[in-house]
């Protein structure tokens, strides 16, 4: 029955948020099968963005060897979950999609121009907040309206328990996971209509570079 009401309710979703989330899906497929990647500790890697492609891979992979040297258990539940980082256009810093098990991240969130460790630190986190949301899923619980607040506890408060073991306080995060509501139809619509003009606007301009070498 719990799986039944589990994967009842990814249609219930999927069908109140068409089309935005057939389209931003559409954006990752693209991402993980047509834009170059590179894997860092197993994981694909992918920047929909060329001008910042070499920085990401770096900052995924620090970020991936900060997990592994210090929480064996966290690292593996983020091998597990996650097939793929992508980078691209997010609402908040990072996001989770349970069908391709993609981790999206949006950089620009994250303060490596003003302390490129402690952002190390952050980007860690977040990788295993999204990471949490697989373990969720793969146990067939399924956010929702009712429980996103609730979800977003226990993924911060993985990150909480992260930051811990690095000697960094952040109980700040609690208060941000009982505050968190879902997006409403019109933020996802200007999500996902801003990453398609981002990344078509990039695809443009990868053209035009190869055509001008040729």
Not at 84 to 111: F, H, K, T, W
Not at 166 to 188: C, N, Q
């Amino acid at each position: 029955m719990k799986t039944i009401r589990y994967y009842g309710g990814r249609a219930v979703r999927i069908f109140k948020t068409f089309p935005w989330t057939c389209a931003d899906t559409l954006v990752q497929i693209f991402a993980v099968t047509i834009w170059p990647a590179e894997y860092r500790k197993g994981v694909r890697v992918i920047d929909l963005f060329s001008d910042t492609r070499a920085e990401f891979l770096s900052r995924i992979g620090d970020a991936l060897e900060l997990i592994e040297s210090k929480d064996q258990r966290r690292f593996k539940r983020v091998k597990r979950e996650i097939r793929a980082i992508v980078q691209m256009p997010c609402a908040m810093e990072a996001g989770y999609s349970r069908g391709l098990n993609v981790c999206r991240i949006d950089l620009r969130y994250y303060p490596f121009g003003a302390d490129a460790s402690f952002a190390t630190v952050l980007l860690a986190c977040a990788l295993i907040h999204e990471a949490t949301h697989g373990h969720l899923h793969r146990r067939r619980i399924l956010q929702n309206a009712r429980n996103f607040a609730r979800v977003e506890s226990l993924c911060y408060a993985e990150e909480i328990r992260f930051g811990n073991k690095l000697g960094f306080d952040l109980s700040i995060l609690k208060s941000v996971g009982e505050a968190a509501r879902p997006l409403t139809p019109e933020e996802k619509a200007k999500i996902v209509k801003d990453a398609f003009a981002d990344v078509k606007k990039d695809w443009k301009r990868c053209l035009a570079d190869e055509n001008s070498v040729s």
